[in-house]
C-alpha cells in the first residue's frame, strides 16, 4: 500500500470544547484531499496535530509509517506545511528566508541552491526575492509560504487554505501549481472555497463540529445534492399549462419548477438518474422543438450546507 | 540534539538582529551607558587605580534594565504572529531552538561587552593593571549576562506581548540581584536566622559575580550562573511546549 498519512481517531479536546472528536481517513499517494468544513469545524486543528505542532488528546497520526507521538522529527521531515496565514519571519527576504529553509532541511551547497531557486520558480516569487517579506501584498506573503513548503519536496503536503486572499489569476496559478505536483505526492488541502473542490481534489473529507460527515469523492459529493441530474429545459412557442402537466405525467421525472432566471423549467429525475437524452427524445417525439436543455452537476454549496448543518443540528 | 540545527537558528536569529537599527541602537546605549558609568559614576580617573573595578561593578544593575529589552522578543514575537507554528514544525526539536535563539542572543551580548574594548586599552595606556583581573571580569560579566538572557527567554515565552515580557524579565532579574544586596540583606538579618540569610544571598548574581570580577575565579561561582542557565533553559523548553498553540 502507499497510504502516505494514517489518521485513526484523533480527537483533541479544548478543556469542554471537542475541537476534533474521532476523526479518521487517510491519504495515499497521487491523491489531493480537499478537507471541507464551516469555520471552526476543527480543519486547522487537525492539521496541526498531523504535523505534529499540537499534541492529540486521542488517537493516532502516522506520516509516511512514521509515529508524530513517537517520532515527530521523522514526521516533520517527510512533509510540507503551510500553516493558516502563511506566517513567516517578516524582517527576512524571502531569499533569506528560503535559505534557512533549506539549512534545516538539510540541504547545502549546490542543491540547496537548486531547491530555493526551483520553489522560488514554481510559486513565481524570483522577482519579489530581496525585499523583506514585511513589505510584500498578502499574494506574496502566501507564495512565499507556499514556497517555503514545497522546497525540499515533500512525499506530503498539507496546506491550510492556501488560496485565501488571493486573487482568481494567483489563485489559478496555485492551483495549477498543485495539480502539477500531485501525481507524486499526498497533498491535504484544507479550504471553503467550494470551486476548488472541482479544480484540484480527487477526494473530498467534509468535517463539521469536529466529526466526518463526509469521505469520497467530488463527484460523489456532487451526486448528493437534489440538483444532481436535474435537467433545464426550454420550449419554445408551448403554454407552460401544457408543458408542466406533460412533464408531470413522465415516469422518470419526480418534480418540475419553473426558472426564476428565465423562460423555462427545472425538471427533476427519479432517484437522481441521468434523463437527459430521454427527456429530449419523449419532447422530440411529442412534436415541440427543444430551444435549450442541460444537465446540472449538483450544487455543492447547497450540498455543503445541508451535511454541515444537519450534523450541528444533529449534536444539540 | 542536533549541533546544526541550532548553528542554523542561531545564525537566523543573529541575522533578525542586524536586519533592523534594534541591534545597532542597543549597542550604542549599552557603551555610552558603560562610558558614562565608569567615568561618573564610578570615578574612574579619581581613584588613580589601574583597574576596570568600577566598569565591572556597574554590569548587574545595566544588565537588569537592558538585557530584557534583548529577550524580550525571543519567543514572544514568534507567538505573536505566528511563526512558531513554522518553527515548530520543521525538523528541529524544541531543545534546538531554545538554545539556538539564547545562543544568538548571547553571542550578541557578548559583542556588545568586547566592544568597550577601548576601556582596556584605556587602562592600559595610563597604568599597568593585572590583566588577569580585566579578563576574569569579562569572563564573570559574560556568565551573568548569559543567566539573565535565561531568565528573559523563558519569561518571553509565556507572553505574546513584548512589553510584559519586558517588565516581568525586568522585575524578576531585579529580584535576583536584589538577593545579594546591602540594604536587602539587612532587612533579613534582624530577625531571620543566619542560614536563610546566606542561602537568599547565595542566590543572588551580585555575590558570584563581584568574586568573579575581582579575579577570583571560583568554580563554585562558575558553577552557579552555569546553573542558573540550565535550569532556566530548560523551563524555557517546558514553557514553549505548552504554549506554543495558545
Given at each position: 500500500?502507499?497510504?502516505?498519512?494514517?489518521?485513526?481517531?484523533?480527537?483533541?479536546?479544548?478543556?469542554?470544547?471537542?475541537?476534533?472528536?474521532?476523526?479518521?481517513?487517510?491519504?495515499?499517494?497521487?491523491?489531493?484531499?480537499?478537507?471541507?468544513?464551516?469555520?471552526?469545524?476543527?480543519?486547522?486543528?487537525?492539521?496541526?496535530?498531523?504535523?505534529?505542532?499540537?499534541?492529540?488528546?486521542?488517537?493516532?497520526?502516522?506520516?509516511?509509517?512514521h509515529d508524530v507521538l513517537t517520532d515527530p522529527i521523522s514526521v516533520k521531515a517527510s512533509l510540507g506545511y503551510l500553516p493558516e496565514g502563511a506566517p513567516a519571519y517578516a524582517d527576512m527576504t524571502p531569499d533569506s528566508?528560503?535559505?534557512?529553509?533549506?539549512?534545516?532541511?538539510?540541504?547545502?551547497?549546490?542543491?540547496?541552491?537548486?531547491a530555493v531557486a526551483s520553489a522560488a520558480e514554481r510559486a513565481r516569487i524570483k522577482h519579489v526575492m530581496f525585499q523583506p517579506i514585511e513589505t510584500l501584498s498578502k499574494g506574496y506573503k502566501r507564495r512565499v509560504g507556499l514556497a517555503q513548503s514545497i522546497l525540499h519536496n515533500p512525499p506530503v503536503l498539507i496546506l491550510d487554505e492556501p488560496t485565501d486572499g488571493l486573487d482568481p489569476n494567483q489563485k489559478h496559478e496555485v492551483r495549477t501549481l498543485i495539480n502539477d505536483m500531485a501525481h507524486d505526492k499526498a497533498i491535504i488541502i484544507s479550504t471553503h472555497i467550494l470551486e476548488e473542490v472541482n479544480a484540484l481534489c480527487t477526494r473530498n473529507v467534509v468535517i463539521a463540529n469536529g466529526k466526518v460527515r463526509f469521505d469520497g469523492t467530488p463527484h460523489q459529493l456532487e451526486s448528493m445534492s437534489r440538483y444532481h441530474n436535474a435537467v433545464c429545459l426550454n420550449i419554445a412557442n408551448v403554454a407552460d399549462t401544457d408543458v408542466v402537466p406533460f412533464l408531470h405525467s413522465l415516469d422518470f421525472v419526480s418534480g418540475v419548477e419553473p426558472l426564476t432566471s428565465n423562460r423555462g423549467f427545472r425538471v427533476?429525475?427519479?432517484?437522481?438518474?441521468?434523463?437527459?437524452?430521454?427527456?429530449?427524445?419523449?419532447?422530440?417525439?411529442?412534436?415541440?422543438?427543444?430551444?435549450?436543455?442541460?444537465?446540472?452537476?449538483?450544487?455543492?454549496?447547497?450540498?455543503?450546507?445541508?451535511?454541515?448543518?444537519?450534523?450541528?443540528?444533529?449534536e444539540v | 540534539m542536533n549541533m546544526i540545527n541550532i548553528w542554523f537558528i542561531m545564525k537566523r536569529?543573529?541575522?533578525?538582529?542586524?536586519?533592523?537599527?534594534?541591534?545597532?541602537?542597543?549597542?550604542?546605549?549599552?557603551?555610552?551607558l558603560t562610558g558614562f558609568s565608569t567615568f561618573y559614576l564610578g570615578n574612574f580617573f579619581e581613584r588613580g587605580e589601574a583597574d576596570l573595578y568600577p566598569f565591572f561593578s556597574i554590569h548587574p544593575w545595566l544588565y537588569v534594565l537592558l538585557i530584557p529589552a534583548i529577550s524580550m522578543r525571543l519567543w514572544s514575537e514568534e507567538r505573536k504572529n505566528g511563526s512558531i507554528e513554522l518553527l515548530m514544525t520543521l525538523p528541529v526539536s524544541v531543545q534546538e531552538a531554545v538554545l539556538g535563539k539564547f545562543l544568538a542572543a548571547w553571542a550578541f551580548t557578548g559583542l556588545a561587552l568586547l566592544l568597550n574594548f577601548p576601556?582596556?586599552?584605556?587602562?592600559?595606556?595610563?597604568?599597568?593593571?593585572?590583566?588577569?583581573?580585566?579578563?576574569?571580569?569579562?569572563?564573570?560579566?559574560?556568565?551573568?549576562?548569559?543567566?539573565?538572557?535565561?531568565?528573559?527567554?523563558?519569561?518571553?515565552?509565556?507572553?505574546?506581548?513584548?512589553?510584559?515580557?519586558?517588565?516581568?524579565?525586568?522585575?524578576?532579574?531585579?529580584?535576583?540581584?536584589?538577593?545579594?544586596?546591602?540594604?536587602?540583606?539587612?532587612?533579613?538579618?534582624?530577625?531571620?536566622?543566619?542560614?536563610?540569610?546566606?542561602?537568599?544571598?547565595?542566590?543572588?548574581?551580585?555575590?558570584?559575580?563581584?568574586?568573579?570580577?575581582?579575579?577570583?575565579?571560583?568554580?563554585?561561582?562558575?558553577?552557579?550562573?552555569?546553573?542558573?542557565?540550565?535550569?532556566?533553559?530548560?523551563?524555557?523548553?517546558?514553557?514553549?511546549?505548552?504554549?506554543?498553540?495558545?
Open positions: 500500500m502507499t497510504l502516505r498519512i494514517e489518521i485513526d481517531d484523533l480527537a483533541k479536546y479544548f478543556g469542554e470544547i471537542k475541537a476534533v472528536d474521532g476523526v479518521s481517513f487517510s491519504v495515499k499517494k497521487g491523491e489531493v484531499l480537499g478537507f471541507l468544513g464551516p469555520n471552526g469545524a476543527g480543519k486547522s486543528t487537525t492539521m496541526k496535530m498531523i504535523t505534529g505542532f499540537l499534541t492529540p488528546t486521542r488517537g493516532t497520526v502516522r506520516v509516511c509509517g528566508f528560503l535559505r534557512f529553509i533549506a539549512d534545516i532541511r538539510g540541504l547545502s551547497g549546490a542543491d540547496k541552491k537548486r427533476y429525475p427519479t432517484q437522481g438518474k441521468h434523463i437527459t437524452a430521454e427527456l429530449s427524445q419523449v419532447i422530440r417525439d411529442h412534436g415541440w422543438q427543444v430551444d435549450s436543455l442541460y444537465a446540472e452537476n449538483g450544487r455543492l454549496d447547497e450540498v455543503f450546507r445541508s451535511i454541515t448543518l444537519n450534523s450541528a443540528q444533529g | 536569529e543573529l541575522n533578525g538582529y542586524f536586519a533592523t537599527p534594534v541591534a545597532y541602537v542597543f549597542i550604542i546605549i549599552f557603551l555610552l576601556l582596556w586599552i584605556t587602562v592600559n595606556y595610563l597604568g599597568s593593571p593585572d590583566n588577569g583581573v580585566i579578563f576574569a571580569g569579562f569572563l564573570g560579566s559574560l556568565l551573568m549576562a548569559g543567566g539573565f538572557l535565561a531568565i528573559g527567554s523563558c519569561i518571553s515565552a509565556t507572553t505574546k506581548n513584548q512589553v510584559i515580557a519586558f517588565v516581568i524579565s525586568l522585575i524578576v532579574s531585579l529580584v535576583f540581584v536584589l538577593s545579594g544586596y546591602g540594604i536587602v540583606l539587612d532587612f533579613f538579618s534582624s530577625w531571620a536566622p543566619a542560614t536563610l540569610i546566606n542561602a537568599v544571598s547565595s542566590f543572588s548574581f551580585l555575590t558570584h559575580f563581584d568574586a568573579i570580577s575581582k579575579g577570583v575565579i571560583d568554580m563554585r561561582d562558575m558553577f552557579y550562573f552555569a546553573s542558573v542557565i540550565i535550569i532556566w533553559l530548560f523551563a524555557n523548553a517546558i514553557v514553549v511546549n505548552a504554549r506554543k498553540a495558545d
